[in-house]
């Protein structure tokens, strides 16, 4: 019988409840102040790369990239508003819908990241959003990642318009982001490009 070396088992935090879970995970909303400055991009997930999102290649995997994605959209969601009790007493909640991410550098074990978040549009029942993630010591752009989210009414299961109060959130944000270049990645489509002789 071949010699088959023996896994380790490590401790996902994302699986702590034996589903996926977040960072941010039972941690409320704070309450929005309609006259603070909202930052543009917005800043609000840096974690550091853990060794079980490192795959054979010895860098971080495609797969976290997108975990990683998920988190600042959590972070994103309690900062306007959204939490546990938005979603078990409204019935509500924000789902991805689409997402393109861009591997521009590699990320390896231990490397600090930052992560910005752009709203590029909203509307009644959608998001627009995109994600930058930067090495936190060096400033690189290490990936983007971009997402169309929608409001969902989980019980009828399809999309439906946002509270006033929460589209007001979103729309201030855009407001605040709307001097922002338009990030180069946005709205790309995958292709292989051929040269025309």
């Not at 074990?109 to 627009?128: E, I, N, S």
Request: proline share 8%.
């Amino acid at each position: 019988m071949p010699f088959a070396p023996k896994q380790k088992t490590m401790t996902d935090p994302h699986k702590t409840t034996g589903r996926v879970s977040t960072p941010l995970e039972n941690t409320p909303a704070k309450p929005w102040n309609a006259t603070a400055p909202i930052d543009a991009p917005l800043q609000l997930h840096s974690p550091t790369v853990l060794p079980q999102w490192v795959d054979y290649n010895g860098h971080m995997s495609e797969s976290c990239f997108l975990l990683v994605f998920g988190d600042s959209s959590d972070a994103f969601f309690r900062f306007v508003g959204i939490d546990e009790s938005y979603r078990d007493t409204q019935g509500m909640s924000l789902y991805t819908v689409q997402t393109q991410i861009h591997n521009i550098k590699e990320a390896s074990q231990g490397d600090p990241l930052r992560l910005t978040l752009q709203v590029l549009d909203v509307d009644d029942k959608r998001v627009h959003i995109f994600h930058r993630m930067f090495h936190a010591n060096t400033g690189e752009l290490l990936a983007t990642g971009e997402q169309m989210l929608v409001h969902v009414d989980m019980h009828a299961g399809r999309a439906a318009p946002m509270p006033p109060w929460l589209l007001e959130h979103m729309q201030a944000i855009h407001t605040a982001h709307a001097a922002l270049p338009r990030p180069s990645q946005a709205g790309a489509a995958i292709g292989i490009r051929r040269k025309t002789t």
